[in-house]
């Protein structure tokens, strides 16, 4: 069982910058690939990045290439998103999960194990 805990949220203005993390209590974390996604008010909840075991590997959804930087430190096992000119519609709660595989995925299906969420908030 790998148990999650996502930080880093807040509210910031448009073209702002935050760095989410999310801390993983498994001393094997550099076995799982993770991934971060996003839901917001009535909607989906869709992907937004993912990163490979040891991080050679990542990937990004279309709405946020460019301007997101997903990443891992597997000494500290966690997790990274750093979000760069942040946009209204990035408001969303934004969740870390965990892949028991070493490769990225994109579907959330895909994920084994998630955090409870942290609250991003960009006003216009």
């Known amino acids: 069982q790998v148990h999650l805990v996502e930080s880093g949220g807040g509210l910031v203005q448009a073209g702002g910058s935050l760095r989410l993390s999310c801390a993983a209590s498994?001393?094997?974390?550099?076995?799982?690939?993770m991934g971060w996604f996003r839901q917001a008010p009535g909607k989906e909840r869709e992907f937004v990045a993912t990163i490979s075991w040891i991080g050679g590997a990542t990937y990004y959804a279309d709405s946020v290439k460019g301007r997101f930087t997903i990443s891992r430190d597997n000494a500290k096992n966690t997790l990274y998103l750093q979000m760069t000119s942040l946009k209204p519609e990035d408001t969303a709660v934004y969740y870390c999960?965990?892949?028991?595989?070493?490769?990225?995925?994109?579907?959330?299906?895909?994920?084994?194990?998630w955090g409870q969420g942290t609250q991003v908030t960009v006003s216009s």
């Open positions: 498994e001393r094997t974390f550099s076995n799982y690939a």
């Open positions: 999960a965990a892949r028991r595989a070493r490769t990225t995925h994109t579907s959330a299906s895909a994920y084994d194990y």
